[in-house]
């Protein structure tokens, strides 16, 4: 079994900074795809920022050159750095991780940690 563990999360004044890990532990070979995704109420999950084992990233519009995402893969950690937070960045931000385990890949979801951009 796979755990994903999150945590940064809180709550930040407009244009603040905020800094996620999500660190994996358990039963790992290698992980090859992890991300970011969010959830406000109301709305659908969605994608916020992936980034591949070699390093490739891809992210969605809305946090271009406000956000980014890294990782170290020794310690298995997806990290998401946030600036420029703004009240629509709010939202409960959930870790994925795609981990292999013998011949097979795997989809893990953390529990989410909850970001909250206000006054």
């Known amino acids: 079994q796979v755990q994903l563990v999150e945590s940064g999360g809180g709550l930040v004044q407009p244009g603040g900074s905020l800094r996620l890990s999500c660190a994996a532990s358990?039963?790992?070979?290698?992980?090859?795809?992890m991300g970011w995704y969010r959830q406000a109420p109301g709305k659908q999950r969605e994608l916020v920022a992936t980034i591949t084992s070699g390093g490739s990233t891809n992210y969605a519009d809305s946090v271009k050159g406000r956000f980014t995402i890294s990782r170290d893969n020794a310690k298995n950690t997806v990290y998401l750095q946030m600036y420029s937070l703004k009240p629509e960045d709010t939202a409960v931000y959930y870790c994925?991780?795609?981990?292999?385990?013998?011949?097979?890949?795997?989809?893990?979801w953390g529990q989410g940690t909850q970001v909250t951009v206000s006054s």
């Open positions: 994925n991780a795609a981990v292999v385990a013998g011949r097979y890949e795997y989809e893990y």
């Open positions: 358990g039963s790992i070979f290698s992980i090859n795809a």
